[in-house]
């Protein structure tokens, strides 16, 4: 009697495992079908999305964007949001959720392109079946429309009752409002609140890589002032060095000491000196001087891009200690603003982007790697470091010439990444003690 019910128990659990199995597999079955169908209003509405200008300072065209987005969501049933970015001098944010149970997910993208409203690159171009060109049509508004699609066709199988989505669309990716804790504020409260944030950049457009890990991107100024004298009096007690001797003495040991670390890379990009010099908000510059007087006066600005908070950490006191060891009769300033945050690589991203790998392998595909991250710029992602208990990015549609006149799509890349990530999502939500 006792095997008897013992086997018959066995029995029982293999079946209703067998059938959980079955019905998972019908779930995937339903999504992958429901991203196929969708393939002809996807294009459509990709190809409205990239014909309105939305160059960041567009604020009109930023605007008409997130309309035609809101106008999808809302019909897709989700609760939708503007927010005013007057604060932060831009046009503002896109947000958009559904659902009050299971793994909390953050999607992110922007609304925002390079293009200028004068931009002579306005027009959208069908070359060939598998490549279309257009004004942001990567860079991503493509992304855009791939994260709008995957939530239709959850929500049509019925798996996205098993999660909580907020999408957060910025409208100053490009170029950031300030201050910088205003305008990426609504980003990091999402952060707050997730547990995965995927992002549908394009990353480094190749459709065998992924993101987990970006680079932070801070920017520093610095100021040198020398006492001004006849030329005829340099390096003499009392007399000094000169500013641009000890700019010249700054910059140069910055690239001897830090030039060997892997991933940390710092760059002046400008640099203006003389008696009077000045580097304007707009990155003009202006300076006066003359070759028989001892420069009094330089400033220079440039970034740095480091992997995570640590290397940020030691890459601003080393160079804050070089600025300190003035050579004689010179004093220097280094100052550094807020920037884009790094995304480290933590086993957190490491495994979900091992799932994304065999799901792309399943779909045959091919094999996903992690892009290297010198080959990542920095992105809104960025600010869920430390938030999330994972992220991964670069899952948008890909091509060429991004930032560009020349930028084009590979649009097979198009259904592709909506049937990867699509399934990414699905699996992470309904296998036990992923995100844990």
Known sequence: ???????????????????????????EQSILQLIESY?????????????????????????????????????????TRWIDGSGFGRAGHLTAQMGTQGVKFLLIGHLDTVFAKNSGFQHYEVIDEHHHKGPGITDMKGGNIIMLQIL??????????NMQVRVVLTGDEEKSGEPLSAARAELIAAAKWADVAIGFEDGDSDPTTAVISRRGAISW????????????????????????????R????????????????????????????????????????????????????????????????????????????????TSATLIFEDGYP?????QGNKKLLSLFNQISQELDYGEVVAV???????????????????????????????????????MRTFEQNMKRAALLMYRVANTPGFVD
């Open 152 to 161: 239709k066709a959850l929500q049509a199988s019925g798996a996205l009752s």
């Open 39 to 79: 393939q002809p209003e996807a294009r459509k509405l990709l190809k409205e999305s990239v014909l309105i200008n939305s160059g960041t300072m567009n604020f009109e065209g930023v605007r008409d964007v997130a309309k035609h987005l809101q106008t999808a969501y809302a019909e897709a049933g989700f609760e």
């Open 342 to 346: 790094p995304l480290a690589p933590t």
């Open 372 to 410: 290297n991250p010198r080959n990542a710029g920095a992105a809104d992602i960025s600010f869920t470091s430390g938030h999330v208990k994972m992220a991964i990015d670069g899952l948008g549609l890909m091509g060429d010439g991004g930032h560009t006149i020349n930028e084009v799509a590979d």
């Open 250 to 329: 700054i910059l140069n040991t910055f690239r001897e000491r830090l030039s060997v670390m892997p991933n940390l890379t710092f760059n002046p990009g400008i640099i203006v000196g003389g008696t009077e010099s000045h580097i304007g908000e707009d990155a003009n510059a202006t300076a006066f001087g003359k070759g028989n007087v001892i420069a009094q006066t330089v400033q220079a600005k440039g970034d740095l891009r480091a992997l995570s908070p640590e290397q940020v950490d030691m890459a601003k006191n080393t160079m804050l200690a070089i600025v300190q060891q003035n050579l004689p009769e």
């Open 221 to 248: 100024t610095l100021d040198v002032k020398g006492r001004p004298a006849h030329s005829s009096q340099i390096f003499r007690e009392g007399y000094g060095d000169g500013a641009i001797y000890e700019a010249a």
């Open 1 to 27: 009697m006792i095997r008897t019910s013992f086997l018959s128990l066995f029995l029982l659990t293999c079946s209703c495992c067998s059938l959980a199995f079955a019905t998972e597999e019908s779930t």
